[in-house]
Every structure is written in C-alpha cells, then in structure tokens.
C-alpha cells in the first residue's frame, strides 16, 4: 500500500522554529522525488521546497534561508526544518512523492499555524 503520513505540525509563535517529517512506504524511496507544499486557507497549494532523489535541493522564494528540507533513504522520511517562522507560513503542509512511473502520492496533510 502506497501511502505518505505526516507529523510535527503544531502551534508556535513567531519567530520560533518546527521540524515536519514524512514516512513512505509502498514506493521505491531512493528513486523518489519528494516535496513539502502548503496550502492556506482560501489559497491554492504551492511549493514549498523539493528534494531530487539525488538529493538536490529547490525552495519558494518565501521560505528560502528559512526552511530546510532533507531526506532519509535508509528510513524512507523527508523532513522540513523551519524557522523563524511567520504568520503567514499557517497553512496545511503536505507530503508528496514523485516516484518514476505514473504515480503521484500526497499525505494527508499536518496543521501549523504561526501565532502568538
């Protein structure tokens, strides 16, 4: 079974810090691109950052010195690093995997909202 599961979200003040994480299982991890994308509310989704499977590294403009993305080949996880984080990152984040072949996976999806 193909399937993305999210965790890490929460609730932090501004200016603090998150780290999100994604465990895969039913695809061939290494071979799979991966991404984080947010969707706020009344807001279509968007890219946040995107791990090749050879490990390069691509960011939003609005996240870039901020967010960090990572992958784990022997565990099958990606992972976002975020900090300072702001009000206007509160939005749904979702996984998503791009492995070769027809398939795209997306996650259930994980809360953050920036608040004090």
């Known amino acids: 079974q193909v399937q993305l599961v999210e965790s890490g979200g929460g609730l932090v003040q501004p200016g603090g810090s998150l780290r999100l994480s994604c465990a895969a299982s039913g695809i061939i991890f290494r071979l799979a691109a991966m991404g984080w994308y947010r969707q706020a509310p009344g807001k279509q989704r968007e890219l946040v950052a995107g791990i090749s499977s050879g490990g390069s590294t691509h960011y939003a403009d609005s996240v870039k010195g901020r967010f960090t993305i990572s992958r784990d080949n022997a565990k099958n996880t990606v992972s976002l690093q975020m900090n300072s984080l702001k009000p206007e990152d509160t939005a749904v984040y979702y996984c998503?995997?791009?492995?070769?072949?027809?398939?795209?996976?997306w996650g259930q999806g994980t809360q953050l909202t920036v608040s004090s």
């Open positions: 998503n995997a791009d492995p070769p072949g027809p398939i795209n996976v």
